[in-house]
């Protein structure tokens, strides 16, 4: 199957390409980016494709059958639909748009035109994420009443100054960058219960001043002196759902030296702790006794391994016509609760989101 890919920088060259290249099924024909140093530069280094530096100069290409859209996210909503429109299937990397508005969109138009539209939701491919589900699902943990997500570290923000902190480009700052990953695996092994409401609040403190703003190291780095920070670092909200209740404590950037990336899930007869990308461990209750397990699984290149169940997933679907946990249709409920977030800190009042 001929793919395109369109955006080639970090994410596209860690995980996508190396990906397609692994799937047997699949053979990368077009490698876009409106930087055309970094198009030829995959064409060299991975001795296949062609460089394109303008997306819509392949749109009409009858051999392309599958998509990944690798680009910020301000641009994924405009290229994933005009991709659908023109018979494409999609795999659009997360979050699925800028905003609720744009991400409803490219639902609708999915829904019209009957092609694949992924969105790039990786955990629901992940080992220890789907054993979680199965916990769940299998009533180990008994009724899941609530859930608590930690995303935490300390002055880490992502090249500010930059595309990461420029609302335009981004849509927001931690919440939409890291929080999506950690609701969305919060909704996928709850079996996505409808959000009912929220109540949030995002904060802009410690990166307002960039040029007095002191930092250990900064990935997507180094700062822009001179350039925009107007998204959150950190984020705190309550989450009510169908299912369980859920809240939230995530920072690019916190005033403590400790970084807290798991997920609780608490169940009236067990509860787990899932350390982000990698186990977790099960409390419960046996004999009459307390106990622990860690399950053994392989942590191992976990993140690769998982966009690799991702890519070939997205190819399989193609050809079977399978739903598969990752469709717009199963990540819409967590841009509402995004977007509810958003809206409850502008607003300083709790959002209702079901009607």
């Known amino acids: 199957m001929k793919v395109a890919v369109i955006g080639c920088g970090t994410i596209a060259n860690s995980m996508h390409i190396p990906s397609y290249l692994n799937c047997k099924d699949a053979e990368i024909k077009y490698f876009c980016d409106i930087i055309h140093e970094r198009a030829d530069e995959a064409v060299k280094k991975y001795g296949c494709g062609k ?4 997306y819509k100069k392949i749109l009409d290409d009858p051999e392309i059958e599958a998509v990944s859209v690798c680009t910020p996210n301000k641009m994924h909503s405009k290229i994933a639909i005009d991709f659908l429109r023109h018979g494409k299937n999609v795999l659009c990397e997360k979050p699925a748009a800028i905003n609720l508005k744009e991400a409803l969109k490219m639902q609708q138009v999915q ?30 943990l008994g009724k ?102 859920v809240t939230i404590h995530g920072a690019w950037a916190q005033n403590i030296d400790k970084s807290e990336m798991f997920i609780d899930f608490m169940g009236d007869k067990g509860g787990v702790r899932l350390m982000y990308g990698k186990g977790f461990t099960y409390y419960g209750v046996k004999d009459g006794q307390l106990f622990s397990e860690e399950p053994e699984i392989d942590t191992e290149n976990m993140l690769a391994k998982s966009f690799q169940n991702e890519i070939d997933s997205f190819i399989r679907c193609i050809k079977t016509g399978e739903k598969l946990p990752s469709h717009i249709d199963n990540v819409i409920p967590s841009a509402k609760i995004i977007q509810g977030i958003y809206d409850s800190s502008a607003k300083k009042k709790e959002i209702r989101l079901a009607k």
């Open 51 to 54: 460089a394109v530096y303008n």
């Open 111 to 140: 829904h019209e035109t009957g092609k694949v539209l992924n969105i790039g939701v990786v955990n629901r491919f992940n080992a220890s994420v789907n054993m979680i589900k199965k916990y769940i699902d299998e009533g180990k």
């Open 144 to 245: 899941v009443y609530h859930v608590y997500a930690s995303f935490r570290a300390y002055r880490s923000i992502p090249g500010l100054g930059g595309a990461f902190t420029t609302k335009a480009i981004a849509g927001g700052g931690a919440l939409i960058d890291w929080g999506v990953h950690f609701i969305d695996i919060v909704m996928y092994c709850t079996s996505d219960p409808t959000p009912l409401s929220v109540n949030g609040d995002t904060f802009c403190e410690l990166g307002r001043d960039i040029p007095s703003y002191v930092y250990r190291k900064m990935w997507a780095g180094p700062p822009v002196l001179d350039g925009i920070c107007d998204v959150e670092e950190s984020v705190s909200a309550m989450v009510r759902t169908s299912g369980p209740t």
